[in-house]
């Protein structure tokens, strides 16, 4: 091996591992983790590509009114001509008037090569194109309002899995920080009872352990609940397997009251929603197609080129313009024409399609305009509901922890019952983790009202 072949085989060694391991950490807070999930949700990409389709089929149906070009063409045999056009040669070899006594026997084969071709243009459909082209643009806008739905979507997803995150992280900070608090405990009274000092029993002892077996199975829970909201924000934001997420925010707290009436919101929504925008949009994009449907019935005029020709070159050529031979002839015309295709039974059935599509949407309609305000008025004051039982939590928690600093010192001095200790440990615990709780849920809620409010779009 070669001095330059080792120092490559070295360079790639050393190299190699720095590019597999090389792990990006990455802190978001909630606006920028919806960012880069808004460019890599497959979900949205599968709207878009919708739309694209939608796109598509517009240039379709706008392009049936331009040039079309029909051809046919084959090659096959033709059976070779004997004789004139009146003169035939029988099989003795003489020749006589009129048609040979052989004449539909094979004798010898030629070439035989067909084209025919069609160049035209409509000229009016009778509101076939113009119809279905209005049908398709509406379609467009429909499926964009699913881009704008599926973002929604896409940001209720991460909005789910970072508070949920602060939530879980916050609870289990909070079981981290009192079962320290309950081990001092157990080791104080642990020494009380191998001296023999105070009151301590042992029944005392078994309370707190068993506290503490408690608690270690809610630091536990809380800590796969942090895990799997974390994988998900790091899944949701497009993070490679080695690369590491951290939130921006330091603890879970409740976003501001959303300002504006039920009234207020429930207009803004009632104009703002992409599903109302989605509504017209299919609308007119139903009663377009039903009337599309119904000039289905109508003629097609057109004009443009037609023409065809025949060549077989074991036929004899007549200059003659009243002989027409089938095998051996060419021609093309300017021509204008009426293409109509009608069927009694299927287009009828066609139209009432359509019409039923039309009225089911119209009735989609109807309950859209009752169903988004009761959507608004349910989070509206789901939304003001839970910012008072947030506030009235959190000054429970603050209650509860000032209760268990107090018994906590009377337990240190010998002059407070475990019992007593307990109960506020567990007093502290739950105000506190109720209180986690429902500001996710407020936090949650406040979002859920953007999206039905048609603010997050």
């Given at each position: 091996?070669?001095?330059?072949?080792?120092?490559?085989?070295?360079?790639?060694?050393?190299l190699l591992p720095l590019s597999q391991g090389q792990?990006?950490?990455?802190?978001?807070?909630?606006?920028q983790a919806v960012d880069r999930a808004l460019e890599v949700d497959p979900r949205i990409t599968e709207k878009e590509r919708h739309v694209d389709l939608a796109r598509a089929q517009l240039r379709e149906v706008r392009g049936a009114d331009g040039w079309s070009l029909s051809m046919n063409t084959f090659l096959g045999f033709a059976p070779k001509v004997r004789g004139g056009v009146f003169e035939t040669t029988n099989e003795d070899g003489t020749k006589s008037i009129g048609v040979?006594?052989?004449?539909?026997?094979?004798?010898?084969?030629?070439?035989?090569?067909?084209?025919?071709?069609?160049l035209v243009k409509p000229l009016h459909t009778f509101g076939k194109i113009t119809h279905y082209s209005k049908a398709a643009a509406g379609n467009i806008q429909v499926k964009r309002g699913d881009i704008q739905l599926a973002r929604a979507q896409t940001r209720m997803d991460i909005a789910k899995a970072y508070y949920g995150y602060l939530a879980a992280r916050d609870s289990r900070r909070l079981l981290d920080d009192t079962l320290g608090k309950l081990q001092a405990s157990l080791d104080l009274l642990q020494g009380w009872l191998d001296e023999g000092e105070g009151d301590a029993k042992q029944s005392n002892l078994f309370a707190l352990q068993?506290?503490?077996?408690?608690?270690?199975?809610?630091?536990?829970?809380?800590?796969?609940?942090?895990?799997?909201?974390?994988?998900?924000l790091r899944i949701l934001t497009g993070l490679g397997v080695n690369d590491e997420i951290q939130v921006a925010d330091k603890r879970l707290k409740p976003l501001p009251l959303p300002e504006g009436t039920l009234k207020e919101l429930t207009a803004r929504a009632m104009t703002r929603r992409p599903e109302v925008r989605q509504l017209a949009a299919g609308l007119d994009a139903r009663?377009?197609?039903?009337?599309?449907?119904r000039s289905e019935s109508l003629p097609n005029l057109y004009a443009g080129l037609a023409g065809s020709a025949s060549y077989a070159p074991g036929r004899k050529d007549f200059t003659d313009v009243s002989i027409y031979d089938p095998f051996y002839f060419a021609g093309m015309t300017p021509v204008i024409g009426l293409k109509w295709d009608w069927n009694s039974g299927r287009q009828p059935a066609q139209v009432a399609q359509a019409k039923a599509e039309l009225d089911a949407t119209l009735a989609l309609r109807d309950k859209a305009r009752m169903g988004i305000p009761f959507q608004v008025a349910e989070q509206y004051h789901t939304v003001h509901s839970h910012y008072e039982m947030v506030q009235r939590l959190y000054e429970g928690s603050r209650s509860g922890r000032r209760w268990l600093i107090s018994v906590y010192a009377d337990f240190e001095a010998g002059v407070e019952e475990t019992d007593k200790l307990v109960a506020a440990f567990q007093g502290y615990v739950?105000?506190?983790?109720d209180y986690l709780r429902v500001v996710?849920?407020?936090?949650?809620?406040?979002?859920?009202?953007?999206?039905?409010?048609?603010?997050?779009?």
């Open positions: 091996m070669t001095m330059i072949h080792r120092l490559s085989l070295f360079l790639l060694i050393a792990a990006e950490t990455v802190v978001l807070d909630l606006q040979a006594s052989d004449a539909f026997d094979i004798n010898g084969l030629s070439p035989w090569y067909y084209l025919e071709m069609r068993t506290g503490t077996a408690l608690l270690k199975r809610y630091q536990v829970e809380a800590q796969g609940y942090e895990r799997i909201a974390l994988e998900g009663r377009e197609y039903m009337l599309a449907k739950l105000a506190y983790g996710n849920a407020y936090n949650m809620h406040v979002e859920r009202l953007r999206v039905v409010t048609g603010d997050i779009q």
